[in-house]
């Protein structure tokens, strides 16, 4: 949380941006993922920043589906303008190598502006009695048909690992 609160305070600091150059009087931050997630939380924490620094409202649009794609080809396909921005996860950079087409190309077709923060990707239930990376592994290992998990992405974790 720290990191966020850090990039927030660098972004909202960013005197030299200056509303006026924008051809819109609302910016839309498109989040591809579901209403209520760290994505979305973090972007509305961030418009409000940066409404109060730019002088400009910022709407926050959540597009979920596809696993981001639905709304990350929303932004891909909106005028080039600044207007419509793309609150997205690194996950991105792995959906050349996930999806065998996609409607646009995340490495052509967007360009990074920017970080807001860092979620968390390894959690586990607090009976667990896992406290650490090292833990997990242990923890893996002892399962024979390795664990139940959910993820944002691909992933394993089986005896073998």
């Not at 009087?25 to 579901?34: E, G, K």
């Not at 639905?70 to 190598?97: E, Q, R």
């Not at 087409?101 to 239930?125: F, R």
């Amino acid at each position: 949380m720290r990191v966020f609160a850090a990039v927030l305070a660098s972004v909202l600091g960013a005197g030299s941006a200056h509303s006026a150059e924008l051809p819109c009087s609302q910016v839309r931050l498109v989040v591809p993922y579901a209403a209520g997630g760290a994505t979305d939380v973090a972007a509305r924490l961030v418009a409000q920043g940066l409404e109060t620094a730019l002088k400009k409202t910022f709407v926050v649009e959540t597009r979920a589906g596809a696993t981001g794609n639905v709304g990350t080809a929303a932004v891909v396909n909106s005028p080039a303008d600044g207007c419509t921005l793309l609150v997205n996860a690194a996950v991105i950079a792995t959906f050349p190598y996930s999806f065998s087409k996609l409607p646009y190309d995340p490495i052509k077709d967007l360009v990074p502006v920017g970080g807001i923060g860092i979620t968390p990707t390894l959690v586990v239930t607090s009976n667990a009695k896992v406290t650490n990376i090292d833990g997990l592994i242990a923890w893996c290992r002892e399962k024979p048909d390795g664990l139940t998990f959910s993820t944002a992405g691909s992933g394993l974790c089986s005896p073998s690992r």
